[in-house]
C-alpha cells in the first residue's frame, strides 16, 4: 500500500495536528435543512436511493433501494429519504486544489447484512474503494468520516430491526477502520422519530444538514 493512503498518513505529529486544528474546520452537523435561497442549492448531486447506480454521474450501486455511494467530488451532495437505511460522509481537503472533495452513502441494512455474501462483498468492495480515492486525493490529516441514521426498536433489542441495525453499524466501521485505522464518528443515531431524514452535504463548508 503506498504511503499516501495509508492509516498512519492519516496521523500527523503533535506540531501538524495543532497547525491543522487552525486551518481546517471540522465536520459541522446542523439538524435542520440548509437555507432555501442558498446559492450552494444550484449545484449540487442528487444520490438517489430509489433509483440505485446512475454510471454516468459516477454514483455506484446495486439496484435500486440496494445502497448508492456518489463519486468523491468538489460537489455539494443530496441524498433523501433515510427511514431504516444508515449513511456515510467523508470529508477531506484535495492535495492539488486546496479545496474540499466529499462523498455520501446511503445503504439499507436488509441489502448489506441480510442478502447473500457476494452482494455484501460488493458493498464492501465499492466502500473501500471510494474511502481508498479520498485517503489518496487527500491533504495529510484532513480526511474525517462519520456515519448516521439507521433505526431501531428501542423496546426489543432482540428484534430482527434491532439486530439489523447493529450489524450494518458494526460493518460500516469495519469497512471504515481498515482504510483509517480507527473507527467513525457517529453523527446521528438511530431514527426514532419516526418519518424520514433528508441529508445535504455543503462540502466547501463541511456542513451536513439533517432534517
Known sequence: MSNESSPENLIPSTQESEQ??????RIVALRESPPEDSEDLEDILWVDFDSGEEPEKGIKGAGPE???????????????????????????????SGKNIAF?????PEFIVNKSREETDIFKTDLKATLK?????????????????????PSDS???????????????NEIIRDGLGHDPAVLVGPNHGGGSRDVTVITKNRKIYIK
Open 133 to 153: 480515492e479520498l485517503l489518496a486525493r487527500s491533504e495529510t490529516g484532513t480526511v474525517e468520516v462519520v456515519i448516521f441514521g439507521g433505526n431501531d426498536d
Open 20 to 25: 491543522l486544528k487552525a486551518e481546517i474546520p
Open 104 to 108: 455520501i452513502s446511503h445503504q439499507d
Open 66 to 96: 440496494s445502497y448508492v455511494i456518489s463519486p468523491v467530488s468538489e460537489q455539494n451532495l443530496f441524498s433523501d429519504k433515510y427511514i431504516n437505511c444508515t449513511g456515510v460522509v467523508g470529508i477531506g481537503r484535495d492535495k492539488v
Open 158 to 172: 432482540a428484534s430482527k430491526k434491532s439486530t439489523d441495525y447493529r450489524r450494518s453499524v458494526e460493518l460500516l
